[in-house]
């Protein structure tokens, strides 16, 4: 197909600072330039002869796949949203979960032990509406190409004519010429993203035309290298193109949201319900009352309607945003003053922000989107700004880093989004890429492996067991000694008996993720040791495939005098810090200690606190702060804290060099 043709100047100064914002805001795609052209038969051929079959520009039909998949096929699995291959043709009929994730895990959401639990468990789930449009684009996608579902699927060339086909029958339906003009596509762009509002639907053909402009390659997960060559001249004329989209105006109302996103108000209930209950979250004053130290991130194992659905229900739990998959669309619920019941940690709780996004397959190996990864980014760099949050991985969670806050909840904690969330791209999403920060004989590192390169065997993705698919990951494993034979450390709060971890998808007992930084132990050929769980952990760190990058970090060890520290799930204030009323919350340890020399990565430095919310009524809610300090700690797989008191900070730490013994 040709190339960009000649431009005619347009009306779209308003695309033009819209693009600027964005490209403001967060690194597009990294820049097209010069590098070997990819091989004959390869997934840029298939792009091109898509293209050039339905007559949709070749940078249009790569840029909307990068947008989706970046793309990758992923093996043929489904994403979270049960789409397939490089355009994320979705086919979601049968790929509902049986219950979203608030409900199973035995997992106190709102993780306040002075109240009873509460789990969503006892809450009737919704039954399934009609699959919407966005959610069947394979269907259609089948019947504009005569391709078999399964082929659609499996084959990444059908998959990218069933994108190219869904492309230009949205170009026909809004009565537009097939152009060679990638300006001219704009309003198809919008129709194909599924969304039914049109904030939602010009955000993502705005992210898409970002991307065109820019360009962008890369090497897929299959190792193919595509490229799209940027296209700074493609400027749409975006008033013209959606007006005859027909999609509702979604009004943003109370939203607390960057202009940069589709965002609006769907308000969780604070109601009271049958003997003094009440729900489904605590109305609080931060950041007056308490300031906000973190964002959790999470997945919600169903569907956008039955989310939203659940999140209006006054006996479930609550979170403060909703990301759908398909487009980035955001829906929040709960203003962010206000305490939502998500992380299983009341202490977390009280100082965080909860962002859920949209996941209902079950298998926990299924893939996110690019759209909706670039929403949430834009999300969290809005919220850090606004709170101060530090953009990191002590204070960037994934719920399942997030700690339990007593001995017996650490059993039951969620382990979403697992090891198939690709936090290295999130941070360079999110501005902040994981790059080295100290030399490769440092006394920290940042776990950092290849995502696409690294793929770990996990089991139980579908049965358990089962060897699941295999799949790029964020995660390292951790071993007993420097040698892949030796058994994975143990984790004595997850199994008290002193069973072995396991490969299982869900268990997080000797696992080490992208971003987390550690203080290393020693160093010997191949292998890096770290203090984990109060021991020595090995994980593979070849130089021709590293797994870590070296870390500058504030590093703390117990006291001299003291054997050994205790470990803490929540930073609860010194009994004398009670006023009359508030009862006394229990600073209780976890299983695990911190034994003398052993050395933890340390955040930030924080006073006990405790938010006292018992009841619906407002006027008794209290913030008890004490004088007890704490420092969070990378500790294990999730975080901890351990007292000031009990510990002593390092200066500049003995290098750690590699021996070849």
Known sequence: MPGPAHRRVRGAGGAVVAAALLLSLFPAAAPASAGPPPAAGSLQDAFAAAADRYGVPRGVLLAVSYLQSRWDGHGGAPSVSGGYGPMHLTDARTALASAPHHTHGGEDARGDTSRRPKDGAGTPLPGPSALPPRLRTLERAAGLTGHSPERLRTRAAANIEGGAALLAAAQRELGRAASADPADWYGAVARVSGADDLATATAYANDVYTVLRSGARRVTDSGQRVELPADPGAVPDTAAQTAGLGLRAAGRGRAECPRTVACEWVPAPYEEFGQGDYGNHDKADRP?????????????????????????????????????????????????????????????????????????????????????????????????????????????????????????????????????????????????????????????????????????????????????????????????????????????????????????????????????????????????????????????????????????????????????????????????????????????????????????VAGGRVPGEYFFAPAFDTAGHRVVRGREEYYEIQFGHRVAFVKVSDVRVLGEATPVTRSYD
């Open 288 to 600: 007056s009352s308490q300031t906000v130290e973190y964002i959790v991130i999470h997945d919600t194992e169903a569907t956008w309607d039955v989310t939203l659905r659940l999140v209006q229900d006054p006996t479930y739990v609550s979170w403060h945003y909703s990301l759908r998959s398909s487009d980035g669309h955001i829906a929040q619920h709960v203003p962010l003053k206000d305490v939502g019941w998500h992380a299983g940690n009341w202490y977390v709780n009280a100082k965080a922000v909860g962002l859920e996004h949209e996941g209902f397959l079950a298998a926990p190996d299924a893939w996110y989107t690019e759209a909706m990864y670039r929403a949430s980014a834009r999300l969290v760099r809005y919220l850090a700004r606004r709170f101060g949050v530090p953009l990191d991985r002590q204070h960037v969670l994934g719920h399942d880093n997030v700690p339990g806050p007593t001995t017996a909840a650490v059993r039951g904690m969620h382990t979403d989004p697992g090891p198939y969330w690709d936090w290295a791209h999130y941070f360079e999403l999110l501005g902040r890429p994981l790059t080295p920060t100290a030399g490769p004989h440092g006394a920290a590192v940042t776990i950092r492996p290849e995502y696409a390169a690294h793929r770990p065997v996990y089991t139980g993705c579908v049965t358990p067991g089962e060897v699941c698919t295999p799949h790029g990951s964020g995660a390292v494993r951790l071993h007993t000694e420097p040698s892949p034979s030796a058994p994975l450390v143990k984790d004595i709060g997850l199994r008290p008996g002193g069973e072995d971890s396991t490969t299982g998808v869900n268990d997080t007992g000797a696992r080490a993720s992208t971003g987390q930084r550690y203080a290393v132990a020693e160093r010997r050929a191949e292998w890096t040791a770290i203090w984990y769980l109060g021991r020595k952990a090995w994980f593979h760190d070849p130089r021709s495939r590293p797994a870590a990058v070296g870390a500058r970090a504030r590093l703390i060890t117990p006291r001299p005098g003291l054997a050994e520290i205790p470990v803490y799930g929540r930073a609860y204030p010194e009994p004398s810090a009670y006023p009359a009323g508030v009862p006394v919350q229990a600073v209780s340890p976890l299983a695990y200690t911190i034994p003398a020399g052993q050395r933890y």
